[in-house]
């Protein structure tokens, strides 16, 4: 059969183990960014391996990008100093600005931020994205992923302004996008959104496939929804996240051997 052509570039990696977070939100107030430090600094005992961030890691939406950097230097020194650890951030809708960022520097940045990330371990090919695109197809056409994508630039530089006036840009934004009717839908957390249903139903569906440009036998993995899961078969995954909104925090996945194990830290074996 043959193989969808966006996964034709798979990056083969021989490293041993690919650990996933997610979701941390740092500048959410119920972000654990203590924790995720933490766990950043037990990553570098690891020699070898890969560190993929699935997105959302900062939180842009709710601050000005400069400042909030500024306030989380330590954790992008502990993510800049992982030494033998290949790290991979993919950008979410929550710092979807990041890329861009990125763009200007020409790539001179730390590590690779992109959208997508494709590699192959144990002879399986797996996709890691953050997984707003899922939302988007599930609950939100007529809106497309690319106007999604530019009203997740456009949140990003709404900077520090009070609540009140950040809802009516939202509202705004959201108007052009025809997303009104679900503010609230998209403003609950995580483990109250109905949009995010459809979301985790395509990710196992044979529909993702076609949407996303995948084989029959490549594995998924994705963020976005907070929602901490491992299908039966290990070819769908979500590590979860690290921010306090009403499910487990903490969560991050290990892939090794074809195998995907989902983990809490500081209660499971690490890594």
Known sequence: MCRPPSLSGAVPTDFNVILVV??????????????FLEFLEACGSIDGGTLVLLGDIFDLWRRRNGPLLVEHGELLDRLTSLRG??????VGNHDYALLAIA??????GPFPIAKQLLLTEGGRTTLFLHGYELEVYGSLEPVSVEAYEAFS?????????????????????????DLT??????QRPANERTT??????LARSPARRLLLGMGADDRLVYGHTHRASVSADGLTANP?????DGGESGTYLRIEDDTVALRRFGRDPFP
């Open 103 to 108: 763009a200007r520097s020409e790539g001179r």
């Open 181 to 186: 009717g679900k503010r609230d839908a998209l």
């Open 153 to 177: 630039a456009r949140m990003c530089a709404v900077g520090d302004l009070g609540g009140a006036v950040t809802g009516r840009l939202y509202d705004l934004y959201a108007r052009g996008l």
């Open 196 to 201: 995010l249903d459809a979301a985790e139903v």
């Open 85 to 90: 650890t290949d790290v991979r951030y993919l």
């Open 22 to 35: 997610s979701d941390l939100h740092a500048g959410h107030p119920d972000a654990d960014v203590p924790a």
């Open 240 to 244: 979860g996240a690290w921010v306090e």
